[in-house]
């Protein structure tokens, strides 16, 4: 039960293709990498690659946060809070993707628990929310389970909107822009 750490074969920014493994980290069981009492594993199912700073960001789904590491795999920070659901700003619910930003270094977390999207900046201060937060709908302005968030290389940000089977594009000043697929 170690986690394991994703690095890009080639190429930048890859999310799920083309990863080779190696080890993140191996702490003892019952103790999280930051210290907090639980597991050394992960909950989540993606991890996210910033090469410009080297850090890897994995969202810790049933632990409601999202972890970062350091490039040797030391930890870094905490987005959200450990063991705590929430519907503020320093919350998750389930977070299940992770996106950081080419052109700005902002930080996307798809937040499906509360049918929303949360954005912080580089430096890890909340700045909005896309959605409504425990609101699902199939409307431009909601989410139904946002699974994933990507973001191009002109800063546009599209988001897996799973239980509404479509992507949800938005620029980067965060303004609807289009619909892939269909509610």
């Not at 493994?21 to 992960?42: I, K, Q, V, Y």
């Not at 991890?47 to 590491?69: C, E, K, M, S």
């Not at 912080?120 to 896309?130: C, D, H, Q």
Request: aromatic letters at 10%.
């Amino acid at each position: 039960g170690r986690a394991r750490l994703l690095t890009p074969v080639a190429g930048p920014k890859t999310r799920t293709s083309g990863f080779t493994t190696a080890a993140l980290s191996s702490g003892a069981r019952g103790a999280l990498p930051d210290g907090a009492p639980g597991h050394t594993g992960f909950t989540g199912t993606s991890v996210w690659l910033d090469p410009p700073a080297g850090r890897i960001y994995v969202p810790d789904t049933n632990f409601h946060r999202v972890q970062i590491y350091n490039p040797d795999g030391s930890f870094f920070a905490t987005l959200g809070a450990a063991y705590a659901s929430g519907t503020d700003n320093n919350h998750f619910y389930r977070p299940n993707g992770v996106a950081i930003s080419p052109v700005n270094g902002d930080i996307y977390v798809a937040d499906r628990g509360n049918e929303r999207v949360q954005v912080f900046s580089s430096a890890r201060a909340y700045k909005a929310t896309l959605g409504v937060t425990r609101v699902s709908g199939a409307d431009n302005a909601h989410f139904s389970y946002p699974a994933g968030v990507a973001v191009d290389s002109q800063g546009n940000l599209y988001v897996a909107d799973r239980n509404n089977q479509r992507i949800q594009k938005f620029n980067s000043a965060l303004a609807y822009v289009a619909t892939i697929g269909q509610t």
